[in-house]
């Protein structure tokens, strides 16, 4: 057996968070990267490749787009996707010296890069020049705590809120996420008053700003720092996720909400259509009438919800965690 040197330090409660946590507690013994300097840190990829260099595995995995300057260890990394080159909002000069100089080459001379989706993969190839079969799709799975079973956020010590009936946003508030396009389509929508939208993460002041010139301050609910068990009661119990995103490499949080059986309602962008498939209603990101329209049509139709849980709940159920470390394990030479 190889000795994988794995990175652990990503793992944490975002999306390559999980996937590192998941995919490496399935890879059997690996070694740790010996310190908890952060993988973005300036000089990391010269104090990495010191750290290859003294520790000598036979391979080091990274599940996030971290990578050494050249060195004799042989690299595999994972580019989940390719946002900050290609939205402009979150790009900046030091982010494309990263990708030009250490990202790109590491990508020229890795022994495979992992990604998430096809969208991704399509993207990585014209981007780095690199050959199709060199980017390994591995997708994302649901963690256990994710499943239509179990208390709603209605019923939890923690959750009380104004709002019995409620719509739910999943994700920060970069950009590409076009959360002002749905509390704008929330305004506009001619839904019942008492419905309310429930967002995660702390709201900034031109957000509030927004929803106060918008009228809706009072039927927004932010909330922080939610366990997986917390998070899987918001999507339980609420009538629908919105996920009306410019940009995903994948779209986890339409994966989650579909294996507790929470219709989702997502932009018919990037790799969204590929992660739901059939299992969503679908509106255009750019355009917030449309999306004022699919919030009304998913708040009032009870069998379209109905319908929609079903199919998602048996499209998740295609997404596992232990297909995607499979997958990870063969591009690592390990099955």
Same mark, same amino acid.
């Given at each position: 057996?190889?000795?994988?040197?794995?990175?652990?330090?990503?793992?944490?409660?975002?999306?390559?968070?999980?996937?590192?946590?998941?995919?490496?507690?399935?890879?059997?013994?690996?070694?740790?990267?010996? &310190? $908890?300097?952060?993988?973005?840190?300036? =000089? @990391? +990829?010269?104090?990495?490749?010191? !750290?290859?260099? *003294?520790?000598?595995?036979?391979?080091?995995?990274?599940?996030?787009?971290?990578?050494?300057?050249?060195?004799?260890?042989?690299?595999?990394?994972?580019?989940?996707?390719?946002?900050?080159?290609?939205?402009?909002?979150?790009?900046?000069?030091?982010?494309?010296?990263?990708?030009?100089?250490?990202?790109?080459?590491?990508?020229?001379?890795?022994?495979?890069?992992?990604?998430?989706?096809?969208?991704?993969?399509?993207?990585?190839?014209?981007?780095?020049?690199?050959?199709?079969?060199?980017?390994?799709?591995?997708?994302?799975?649901?963690?256990?705590?994710?499943?239509?079973?179990?208390?709603?956020?209605?019923?939890?010590?923690?959750?009380?809120?104004?709002?019995?009936?409620?719509?739910?946003?999943?994700?920060?508030?970069?950009?590409?996420?076009?959360?002002?396009?749905? &509390? $704008?389509?929330?305004?506009?929508?001619? =839904? @019942? +008053?008492?419905?309310?939208?429930? !967002?995660?993460? *702390?709201?900034?002041?031109?957000?509030?700003?927004?929803?106060?010139?918008?009228?809706?301050?009072?039927?927004?609910?932010?909330?922080?720092?939610?366990?997986?068990?917390?998070?899987?009661?918001?999507?339980?119990?609420?009538?629908?996720?919105?996920?009306?995103?410019?940009?995903?490499?994948?779209?986890?949080?339409?994966?989650?909400?579909?294996?507790?059986?929470?219709?989702?309602?997502?932009?018919?962008?990037?790799?969204?259509?590929?992660?739901?498939?059939?299992?969503?209603?679908?509106?255009?990101?750019?355009?917030?009438?449309?999306?004022?329209?699919?919030?009304?049509?998913?708040?009032?139709?009870?069998?379209?919800?109905?319908?929609?849980?079903?199919?998602?709940?048996?499209?998740?159920?295609?997404?596992?965690?232990?297909?995607?470390?499979?997958?990870?394990?063969?591009?690592?030479?390990?099955?």
């Amino acid at each position: 057996m190889p000795r994988i040197m794995a990175d652990q330090r990503w793992i944490g409660d975002h999306g390559i968070g999980r996937l590192a946590r998941e995919v490496i507690a399935r890879l059997g013994e690996t070694a740790a990267v010996p &310190t $908890d300097r952060p993988p973005l840190h300036p =000089l @990391d +990829p010269w104090l990495l490749r010191r !750290v290859l260099k *003294r520790e000598k595995p036979d391979l080091y995995f990274t599940p996030g787009f971290n990578a050494p300057r050249p060195c004799d260890t042989p690299i595999a990394l994972t580019l989940h996707d390719l946002i900050h080159l290609e939205v402009p909002e979150e790009s900046s000069a030091f982010k494309r010296w990263y990708y030009r100089h250490i990202v790109g080459p590491a990508a020229q001379r890795a022994v495979t890069v992992f990604t998430v989706s096809e969208f991704s993969k399509a993207r990585i190839v014209e981007r780095f020049g690199l050959e199709a079969q060199k980017v390994r799709v591995v997708g994302n799975g649901v963690s256990d705590a994710f499943t239509p079973h179990g208390d709603t956020a209605h019923h939890s010590d923690h959750a009380h809120h104004r709002h019995g009936r409620y719509l739910l946003y999943v994700g920060n508030h970069k950009p590409h996420k076009n959360l002002g396009t749905l &509390t $704008d389509a929330f305004a506009q929508a001619k =839904l @019942d +008053p008492e419905v309310g939208l429930v !967002v995660t993460g *702390r709201p900034d002041d031109a957000l509030l700003a927004r929803l106060s010139e918008a009228g809706i301050a009072d039927r927004v609910r932010f909330i922080e720092k939610l366990t997986d068990a917390e998070l899987a009661g918001w999507y339980r119990g609420a009538l629908a996720l919105a996920c009306p995103s410019w940009y995903e490499g994948f779209g986890l949080p339409v994966l989650e909400a579909m294996a507790c059986g929470t219709p989702v309602v997502c932009s018919d962008a990037a790799s969204l259509p590929e992660v739901a498939g059939d299992a969503a209603l679908y509106a255009d990101p750019a355009d917030s009438a449309a999306w004022a329209d699919a919030l009304q049509r998913i708040t009032e139709d009870e069998a379209l919800r109905s319908d929609l849980s079903a199919k998602g709940i048996d499209r998740a159920g295609r997404f596992t965690w232990d297909a995607v470390a499979g997958k990870v394990r063969l591009g690592l030479g390990l099955a």
